[in-house]
T-cell receptor, first 114, second 113 residues
């Protein structure tokens, strides 16, 4: 079954702790994205990657880091520098890198502060 | 002026009603228009993807794009309780080789049995 798998579904972070959210896709998509969704706000882009070993900052990259060592995987680390990490995090991927292909989303990870 | 405006609702309709969801935008460079459906605690699911002005139909769903008015709509015919979700309009363009994607904030729809 092709798709985008995000894990874990729920995650709790303690003060001063870094946590990593997993995103794996088996769609052979080129580009991958991380978004943050807060109540009453549109999705905001954190980081994106169009090719292995390369990634770009989005609109709200501060306090986050990513890696793209494999085409299928794009993990997101929420560092202790992110002071307001409680949100719903969505990973997306798409074929190609231009605007002529839609993005497809995973089912998200909900991160909360302990 | 925001690039994309979408009425957040909430919108509540009886089962069987025709639902109209709308977005306006200000950036005439947008070329691609999408509608996503998002159930609670789930990721957005692509419903419709259009490029040109006009209508595109898929089952009970019709997407309408009016580039001259910078206005897009999603119509749902014979609405069902399973259509209860948040609907996101999304617009994109390619600038300098990279994609610019802008999301509406979503309209929450409830279809009552």
């Amino acid at each position: 079954d092709g798709g985008i798998t995000q894990s874990p579904k729920y995650l709790f972070r303690k003060e001063g702790q870094n946590v990593t959210l997993s995103c794996e896709q088996n769609l052979n998509h080129d580009a991958m994205y991380w978004y943050r969704q807060d109540p009453g706000q549109g999705l905001r882009l954190i980081y994106y990657s169009q090719i292995v070993n390369d990634f770009q900052k989005g609109d709200i990259a501060e306090g986050y880091s990513v890696s793209r060592e494999k085409k299928e995987s794009f993990p997101l680390t929420v560092t202790s520098a992110q002071k307001n990490p409680t949100a719903f995090y969505l990973c997306a991927s798409k074929k190609g890198t231009g605007g002529n292909q839609p993005q497809h989303f995973g089912d998200g990870t909900r991160l909360s502060i302990l | 002026q925001k690039e994309v405006e979408q009425d957040p609702g909430p919108l509540s309709v009886p089962e069987g009603a025709i639902v109209s969801l709308n977005c306006t935008y200000s950036n005439s460079a947008f070329q691609y228009f999408m509608w996503y459906r998002q159930y609670s605690r789930k990721g957005p699911e692509l419903l419709m993807y259009t490029y040109s002005s006009g209508n595109k139909e898929d089952g009970r769903f019709t997407a309408q794009v009016d580039k001259s008015s910078k206005y897009i709509s999603l119509f749902i015919r014979d609405s069902q309780p399973s259509d209860s979700a948040t609907y996101l309009c999304v617009m994109s363009t390619t600038q300098g080789g990279s994609e610019k994607l802008v999301f509406g904030k979503g309209t929450k729809l409830t279809v009552n049995p």
